[in-house]
């Protein structure tokens, strides 16, 4: 439970960052005026209170959301969140956390800072977004509350990432009832400005600039902002924002009386001197980054039917070049299935899954990495778990359910500058998901019929 809360009656509204001396240079007169208290006349009062708010419910219950707990991997289920954000996941076909979303919620949930090393494509946004609206929600405003303050604050270096940032917020709060706001340069102030007048404003998404600008005119306040965001901390300070991102910082309320996620790509001694500064006794999250679609792996999708895809396997296996080889499935049974197959055609090959036992699991990788077997057959689940140099192939027995899963599979091959080949089997039945893939990949896949020696 977050004790750092305005409602609870321990937060201290005048005690911002600035006030409490916790940064240098505040006093400024531009900045002692954006701390100043807001008068009466600029600072529209609303009698509207937010417990009148009626929540746009559907009928839904979280049964409906029906997803298999899975070794090591963790479900949203499992975290214990409101109905009105497990909607929205359901809604967004989510189903179990991302690494840095199982490292980071069950921490900021509680009410933690954090920061993470993190990129872009690694589930960060909905991490931030999920522990926010869940805290909102659990906490909602019951006294009065005005226009143009905002509850939570998320910063973002660029406009398109602040707009990425705000259609993320607005999925996750489909049936939460909060009021997502995205400021940034390059679009009509009022335009802006009208949105956050329109009603109570509960998450605002800004870049700096255009912060700093509502909050020079008077429209928007950070005194009772319980949450921030710092996302892409790294870019921020090479774009040459720390001076507004500091000045933004000194208006918000100190560290002990907000929850701060500070998310970068890099963990530079300057972002660590920051984070230390801004955050209050974080939890330090840390997702590598998978060196993946990258130049150093060719992607092929054989287009087959499902009868043929079992010879233009074995055609693989008899292909000299195919070395050493991975064969992701989607399921433990086809796991299951095609290993038995496989070795009933003559090949000698080791099976990875969550049935195997962990200490079978060690000595099939053990032959696996001696060179003792060549071909693994695994599930997502395990075959993530697979660090291992020269791997010469990633067959994609089926395409996976998860885009995602497909940049995990092949990033297995290509590893420490190595090159790799990653080849699809896509049949009738799956070829629908490659335009999926495709998207997330940011670039089309080279979809051929396989040559004739493998169809023999
Ligand atoms: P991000 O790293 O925040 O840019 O997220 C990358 C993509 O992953 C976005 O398209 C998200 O919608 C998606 N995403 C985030 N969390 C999950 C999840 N748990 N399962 C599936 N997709 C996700």
């Not at 006093?27 to 009062?45: C, H, I, M, V």
């Not at 005119?217 to 009772?224: A, Q």
């Not at 998978?290 to 010879?311: C, G, H």
């Amino acid at each position: 439970m977050n004790t750092r809360k305005l409602h609870d009656g321990k937060k201290d509204k005048n005690a911002t960052e600035a006030e409490q001396g916790d940064q240098p240079n505040s006093n400024s007169g531009a900045e002692s005026k954006l701390e100043s208290k807001p008068s009466g006349r600029s600072r529209q009062k609303n009698s509207r209170r937010r417990s009148n708010r009626k929540p746009t419910k559907e009928a839904w219950d979280v049964s409906q959301f029906d997803v298999p707990a899975l070794d090591g991997k963790l479900r949203f289920h499992d975290l214990n969140l409101r109905d009105e954000l497990m909607h929205a996941i359901y809604d967004l076909e989510y189903q179990y956390c991302s690494p840095i979303q199982a490292k980071i919620l069950p921490h900021t949930l509680k009410g933690l800072d954090a920061i993470g090393k993190a990129q872009t494509g690694t589930g960060k946004t909905a991490a931030y977004l999920i522990t926010i609206i869940e805290d909102l929600l659990r906490h909602p405003i019951e006294e009065e509350r005005y226009h143009g303050d905002p509850r939570a604050l998320i910063i973002a270096p660029t406009r398109e990432l602040v707009m990425q940032i705000a259609e993320d917020a607005k999925a996750l709060c489909k049936y939460a009832n909060l009021h997502v706001v995205a400021l940034f340069g390059g679009m009509e102030y009022h335009k802006q400005h009208k949105q956050m007048q329109s009603q109570f404003v509960d998450i605002v998404v800004a870049t700096p600039g255009r912060l700093i600008d509502f909050m020079t005119r008077k429209d928007l306040y950070l005194d009772v902002v319980e949450a921030l965001v710092l996302d892409e901390a790294d870019r921020m300070l090479d774009m040459g924002f720390m001076p507004q991102v500091k000045r933004i910082v000194r208006a918000l309320p100190t560290t002990e009386f907000r929850q701060t996620q500070l998310f970068s790509a890099t963990f530079t001694q300057d972002i660590l001197n920051l984070a230390s500064r801004w955050t209050h006794d974080p939890v330090s999250i840390e997702i590598e980054p998978e060196q993946v679609a990258t130049d150093t792996i060719q992607q092929i999708v054989y287009m087959v039917s499902n009868e043929e895809k079992f010879k233009v396997l074995l055609n693989l296996f008899r292909q000299p070049e195919v070395t050493r080889v991975i064969i992701f499935t989607n399921r433990r049974d086809q796991t299951q299935t095609l290993y038995d197959k496989i070795r009933k055609a003559g090949f000698n090959a080791g099976l990875l899954s969550g049935e195997i036992s962990q200490q079978k699991r060690t000595r099939t990788l053990a032959d696996f990495k001696s060179g003792k077997i060549s071909i693994l057959i695994a599930t997502d689940v395990v075959g993530r778990g697979i660090h291992i140099a020269d791997i010469s192939h990633i067959i994609n027995y089926n395409l996976p359910d998860e885009p995602d899963d497909y940049v995990h599979r092949i990033g297995r091959t290509g590893r420490a500058g190595a090159t790799g080949i990653a080849i699809t089997l896509a049949c009738e039945f799956e070829s629908f998901q490659i335009p999926a893939i495709e998207k997330l990949l940011g670039h089309k896949l080279k979809c051929v019929l396989p040559p004739e020696e493998l169809l023999k």
